[in-house]
């Protein structure tokens, strides 16, 4: 309720107790908001008002039942869960048994309502195995049942066409355990009529189309309703809304879930395949007008199903048998009697099956465990009915209306006065009308209206419809709540018929028409009927129409009297037990979504007694809260009791209600409650609290602000120091590790250095290592960079002695390789030349080291700069190298400039154009060459004939070079001589001379006095 209270404006009220006035257009408008929004649950106070929403809506799924399951009841929006829920955890704690009303007109929902309620326990209760199977039984009793009782009709394509009360049996965990059905009234009458535009019972289509063709056969049957005269009287055979063939398979499955075994399944058709043949007996007439039956396809199969003698059957449609004193004498029927008496075998045998169906559930149902259990009953019961004819059917169901709001109006008024009882209030007679006075028109014994129907019923002579109403007329006369035309003023007497009587129920006046009334309250079967079904061999006629039935002499209990009891058993079942009620409205009688109608909701209101309903809950106090609730929601509103009461909840409310001024006349304070006399009352102080939730909002928000910042503050700060801790702490940590590490290491350098010198070492391998290590970094650092570096090499420590060596030798070698690979093909001829040189000069002649640095040319003098009658000379040989020489003359050794050419056989001694000397390689014997630094060479030249001119002495400023290219081109290197002191030579053949060497100031050459050629050169500085 208390969310009611927030959204009373925008969908209306939850709950109709807390309405201003108790109009029905107030109450009519509520209920159009919450159609409007779809809201089709408003409660009255504990009881659901239900309106029939013609569409799916999604309110009944298993998140939906979550989240009713254990909440207070008005803590969530209206729900039938709500109200199953709470019935069910009112039963677990105070163990005591509920039962739920579900009531409504003919469409209005009950039954949806009650399978609702049924599926929500079957998913709310705790479930093992055994327990599922109750479940499941339970859940399949419906189709079943639905498949045998129900019907379509004009109001309602799945119309229930008789009364149900559901026992469900729980044990003290809360589980379901086992079940019971109690049924009222069926309305047999169906089975053989239906008005236009309704059906059977839905079983004969449903097998009609849904039998296997091996089932139809063995039943004699068709598959074409058409055929069947029970099935076509309401020409609607097939129906949009409703599937028989599905429907079909779901009662064969559900029949077996109930634990049908093979016969019972196969006998319960029969019977209704029993019920379809019956209705095609036609009877003939004979000579004097009675009925006849000759060989009658048909009735032979009704017998054939019925397990009984065609023969006697016949009979028995044919004649009644009247028991005198000792004869049996047979009375014919007429044609019309033989129909009667067909569509009475009919009904009573379907009737029958139907009752013995409900058994053979419950005996499935039952649980044989003998331990205490609580019950919830679900009691899905037709509501008032008014039709524009009503007959008997009506007035027993508007009987039972009036037994159940007077049942309702006892348990309520029970209840509420034990409420006050409780909670210490005085109680106040509570304005309303009590329906006893018309229970008790119709039932009380003598001369209600029942008994006098009996009485004419029994009456012998000829008593008829209307002898039951002058009956009706003489006892009831004067009674406020009945009127007939004879009885009724003038006014009223043009609202009825003669043969009408109207009685003024609680929820208004119903006119009933007699006719009818006596056969349908008699029901008979002729004895001879039930004799013959006694001896059935289909099980379930034979158990329908048991001996007792027969033997016993007694009239039958007429039907009336029949469901007086049994509403009677039924208002003892339920006045033993809480009650929890489901009022059923329909919207619109064209079934369809979103439309309200308000004369229709209107007449429901009236006759559900919604009115006199809500009237009596709020006859005292519309609103009662425990203390604790109350103040708990309130408390904001009164400076006393916020933010906290420290004493009792009842003087804080007191306190608080005085706060808000509330008058004595408006409230009550019992012992654990508060009583609200006006829910106006309780609207303003709702619309205070609304109020005071703003600014309390803010403040509580600025307050949570303030705290959460702070404590996020606390937290951070807190936060930062931990973290600060734990760095310092590994830092710390590591430094000490690195220390530890350091000292370790240091250790070990000195005691490795202290044993370096070890053969093995053990300890100062590190030291070594790390020695290794440095020394090849020094050494990377400082690696000589050319290969004549040989002083620069890093000296190492002793125990790199050997590798430093080996080391050394390996990076020589890599300097020379690389050296090797950067020289050019040119240098590499020059230094082969040098490396010539070097072999015959190195250490011998003492101007040698000065020339190392000299390179060779190719040659000295180009062929230009040659005479060119010389080349032409010389054309056949190439010139290899030319030098220019002075020579010095064999006679007076007079220096002449000349230019020495070597070709590949002879060296040319050149005079300008003139070749003055050709000497053949062949012929050169040898050179020789001072081991001083002056330049002279002399060619030693074979010399056998006088005539040839003898050696060659010469003056060559490239002496190295020059020698060098000869000894390679003439391959003369073994032939170069480096003399000491003197160099002999033979001018002429057999004419020796010599040339002499010496040392001086000046460099010089001169023709000594001996006749010698003198050569005086400079003493090189050795380096
Ligand atoms: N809560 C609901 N939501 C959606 N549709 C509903 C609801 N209740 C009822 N209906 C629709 O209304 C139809 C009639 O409902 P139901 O059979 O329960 O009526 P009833 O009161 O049992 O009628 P009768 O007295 O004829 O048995 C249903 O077949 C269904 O289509
Ligand atoms: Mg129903």
Redesign the pocket.
């Known amino acids: 309720m208390e969310g009611a209270l927030i959204a009373r404006d925008r969908v209306g009220l939850q709950d109709f107790v807390l309405l201003d006035e108790t109009t029905e257009t107030s109450f009519f408008n509520n209920l159009k908001k919450r159609f409007n929004g779809d809201l ?1 649950y408003t409660y009255i106070g504990t009881l659901l008002v ?1 309106v ?6 999604d309110i009944y799924t298993t998140k939906q039942m979550d989240l009713y399951m254990g909440v207070n009841f008005f803590e969530l929006p209206p729900h039938i869960y709500a109200l199953a829920d709470t019935a069910y955890h009112t039963m677990l704690t105070e163990f005591n048994n509920h039962f739920i009303l579900i009531s ?10 009650s399978k ?1 309620i049924l599926q929500y326990y079957a998913v709310s209760c705790p479930s093992t195995t055994l327990l599922d199977t109750v479940r499941d039984r339970m859940l399949m009793s419906n189709p079943v049942l639905e498949a045998f009782g ?1 019907a379509k ?1 004009l ?6 066409r008789f009364g149900k009360y559901m026992d469900i049996q729980f044990d003290g965990q809360g589980d379901a355990v086992g079940g019971h059905i109690l049924n009222y009234l069926l309305e047999k009458s169906r089975v053989v009529h239906q008005n236009h535009g309704e059906r059977n019972f839905h079983i004969f289509y449903q097998l009609v189309e849904g039998g296997t063709d091996d089932l139809l056969q063995q039943l004699g049957l068709e598959r074409d309703c058409q055929h069947y005269y029970y099935l076509t009287q309401g020409e609607c055979a097939t129906v949009a809304s409703i599937n028989d063939k599905n429907d079909w398979k779901t009662v064969k499955n559900a029949l077996q879930v109930i634990d049908f075994d093979e016969s019972n399944i196969n006998q319960l058709f029969g019977v209704a395949a029993s019920v379809l043949h019956l209705g095609n007996v036609q009877f003939e007439c004979d000579s004097k007008g009675y009925a006849t039956l000759n060989n009658n396809a048909e009735l032979g199969w009704v017998s054939t199903l019925l397990g009984v003698n065609p023969q006697i059957l016949q009979e028995a449609l044919t004649y009644r048998k009247i028991e005198a004193k000792i004869d049996q004498v047979f009375s014919p029927f007429t044609i019309d009697h033989a129909i009667y008496v067909r569509d009475a075998l009919a009904k009573a045998i379907y009737g029958r099956t139907f009752t013995w169906l409900v058994n053979r559930i419950n005996e499935s149902l039952e649980n044989k465990d003998p331990s205490k259990k609580t019950v919830i009953g679900l009691l ?1 019961i ?2 008032f009915e008014v039709f524009y004819v009503n007959s008997f059917e009506q007035f027993c169901i508007n009987y039972c209306n009036e037994k159940l709001q007077q049942l309702f109006i006892q348990l309520t008024l029970k209840a509420e006065q034990e409420e006050y009882e409780a909670e210490g209030i005085e109680w106040e007679p509570v304005q309303f009308f009590n329906n006893k006075i018309i229970c008790d028109l119709v039932e009380e014994k003598h001369i209600g209206i029942i008994s006098i129907l009996d009485e004419e019923c029994l009456r012998p002579g000829s008593a008829t419809d209307l002898t039951f109403l002058e009956r009706l007329e003489e006892k009831m006369g004067s009674h406020p709540h009945f009127v007939t035309h004879k009885l009724a003023d003038k006014m009223t007497r043009k609202t009825l018929e003669r043969g009408d009587f109207r009685l003024l129920h609680y929820a208004g006046e119903v006119t009933y028409c007699v006719v009818g009334f006596l056969d349908k309250n008699n029901d008979l079967l002729y004895r001879n009927i039930k004799e013959l079904l006694c001896q059935s061999k289909n099980g379930i006629v034979r158990e329908c129409f048991s001996t007792m039935d027969t033997e016993s002499r007694r009239r039958p209990e007429t039907v009336a009297t029949q469901f007086k009891s049994s509403l009677l058993k039924l208002t003892e079942i339920l006045m033993a037990k809480e009650a929890w009620y489901v009022r ?1 409205l329909k919207s619109n009688e064209t ?1 369809q979504p979103g439309r309200l109608d308000e004369t229709l909701i209107r007449h429901q209101v009236k006759y559900l007694g919604l009115m006199e309903h809500l009237r009596v809950r709020r006859a005292g106090f519309a609103y009662r809260r425990k203390y604790e609730t109350f103040l708990k929601r309130y408390k904001p509103l009164c400076p006393a009791t916020w933010p906290h009461w420290r004493g009792l909840p009842a003087d804080g409310v007191e306190v608080l209600v005085q706060h808000l001024g509330y008058l004595d006349t408006e409230y009550k304070m019992g012992r654990t409650k508060i009583f609200i006399r006006h829910a106006r009352t309780l609207f303003a102080t709702e619309d205070a609290f609304e109020r005071c939730k703003h600014e309390l909002a803010t403040r509580l928000q600025a307050k949570y602000k303030g705290y959460k910042a702070k404590g996020e503050f606390r937290k951070q700060k807190e936060a930062a120091t931990k973290i600060e801790n734990c760095w310092r702490g590994a830092q710390a940590r590591k430094e000490r590790e690195k220390r530890a590490w350091a000292v370790k290491v240091i250790k070990q350098f000195i005691k490795g250095y202290m044993t370096r010198g070890q053969a093995k070492p053990e300890d100062n391998s590190e030291y070594l290592a790390f020695v290794r290590q440095n020394y090849l970094n020094r050494l990377k650092q400082k690696l000589p960079k050319t290969v004549l570096d040989k002083t620069s090499w890093e000296s190492p420590p002793p125990v790199l002695t050997e590798s430093s060596a080996l080391l050394r030798a390996l990076h020589s070698r890599t300097m020379v390789r690389k050296y090797v690979r950067g020289i050019t093909p040119q240098r590499k001829a020059q230094l082969q030349l040098k490396s010539i040189t070097s072999t015959v000069f190195k250490g011998n002649k003492e101007s040698y080291p000065a020339s190392v640095a000299q390179p060779f040319v190719d040659t000295r003098i180009s062929e230009q700069d040659i005479d060119p009658r010389v080349l032409q000379m010389i054309r056949n040989e190439r010139i290899k190298y030319s030098v220019p020489v002075i020579k010095y003359d064999r006679n007076g050794f007079k220096p002449r400039p000349r230019q020495l050419i070597l070709t590949q056989t002879a060296a040319y001694v050149i005079d300008d154009a003139k070749v003055k000397q050709r000497i053949l390689y062949t012929s050169l014997k040898g050179v020789s060459v001072s081991n001083l630094s002056d330049d002279i060479i002399v060619f030693h030249i074979t010399c056998e004939d006088p005539k040839q001119k003898g050696d060659l002495v010469m003056q060559c400023d490239h002496l190295f070079e020059f020698l060098t290219k000869l000894s390679v081109i003439a391959n003369k290197q073994n032939a170069i001589k480096v003399v000491q002191g003197s160099i002999k030579i033979e001018i002429q053949a057999g004419k020796e001379c010599a040339v002499d060497f010496s040392t001086g100031q000046e460099p010089m050459a001169y023709k000594a006095k001996n006749g010698h050629l003198m050569v005086v050169s400079t003493r090189t500085r050795v380096r």
């Open positions: 089709i239900s029939n929403p013609y569409k799916e809506l409504g007109e003919s469409g209005a929902g009950k039954t949806e309502a609702k129900n009709t109001k309602n394509d799945n119309s229930s899905d037709y509501g059923c079934k």
